[in-house]
């Protein structure tokens, strides 16, 4: 019922715009975080969106660089990246949560109900 797409390869500095897509669910009624996974490493938060009055919240290794936002005619929840470090390099994913507007709450995985594949990002240095 998701989808994120957008990844591809940039250079260190680039930009990409990664796209939520949802499907079976409207996606303006939920709460929307993205996460990155690297292999071998614990996936991690990069940014969520309440369905609260659309506030964001973003982890201080993103802050200023990525901006989440919706576009509910689209059913899509974007995610701006900017400047692109090596480091960003990882599979980006969204996940969807229909219960929790709490920007503090939605910093953690396990409120999150709907998940897609992800992404891959890859920033060359």
């Known amino acids: 019922q998701l989808q994120a797409s957008g990844g591809g390869l940039v250079p260190s500095g680039g930009s990409l715009r990664l796209s939520c897509a949802a499907s079976g669910i409207t996606l303006k009624d939920y709460s929307v975080g993205w996460f990155r996974r690297v292999p071998g490493k614990q996936s991690e938060g990069v940014g969520c969106i309440s369905s609260k009055n659309d506030n964001t919240y973003y982890p201080d290794l993103v802050k200023g660089r990525f901006i989440i936002s919706r ?19 990882a ?31 890859t920033v060359s240095s």
């Open 71 to 89: 576009v509910n005619s689209e059913n899509t929840v974007y995610l701006q990246m900017n400047n692109l470090k090596p480091g960003d390099t």
């Open 91 to 121: 599979n980006y994913y969204c996940a969807a949560s229909p219960r929790t507007t709490i920007l503090s709450q939605l910093q953690h995985s396990e409120e999150y109900d709907y998940w897609g594949p992800g992404t891959q990002v």
